[in-house]
Nanobody
Framework: QVQLVESGGGLVQPGGSLRLACAAS????????MGWFRQAPGKEREFVGA????????YYTDSVKGRFTISKDNAKNTVYLHMNSLQSEDTADYHC?????????????????WGQGTQVTVSS
């Protein structure tokens, strides 16, 4: 069983930056990919981006391209979400998730394990 723990959320002003971290522990950690999703109140869970664990190939939803970057530290079993130029629309609960196999990285149903989430609030 893999456990994921997110950290780094908080309150930030528009235009500011945050770095979220997702640390994995438990059984041998060797995912195919790690994803970041977010969910705002009253909205469905939304794909933010993903990174393949072996090659480090990244994918992003259009609304965060050029502002968000996903990176990883294999030695620490940790994936990061670097968020710049934050906007009020980015306010949400952010979750990381992992999956064992390839395929569609956008659909949250394709992920095998999830973290509990960390809240990001962008407000002046």
């Amino acid at each position: 069983q893999v456990q994921l723990v997110e950290s780094g959320g908080g309150l930030v002003q528009p235009g500011g930056s945050l770095r979220l971290a997702c640390a994995a522990s438990g059984r041998t950690f060797s995912p195919y990919a790690m994803g970041w999703f977010r969910q705002a109140p009253g909205k469905e869970r939304e794909f933010v981006g993903a990174i393949t664990w072996s090659r480090g190939t990244t994918y992003y939803t259009d609304s965060v391209k050029g502002r968000f970057t996903i990176s990883k530290d294999n030695a620490k079993n940790t994936v990061y979400l670097h968020m710049n130029s934050l906007q009020s629309e980015d306010t949400a609960d952010y979750h990381c998730a992992g999956r064992y196999s390839g395929g569609n990285l956008v659909n949250p149903r394709n992920y095998d394990y999830w973290g509990q989430g960390t809240q990001v609030t962008v407000s002046s």
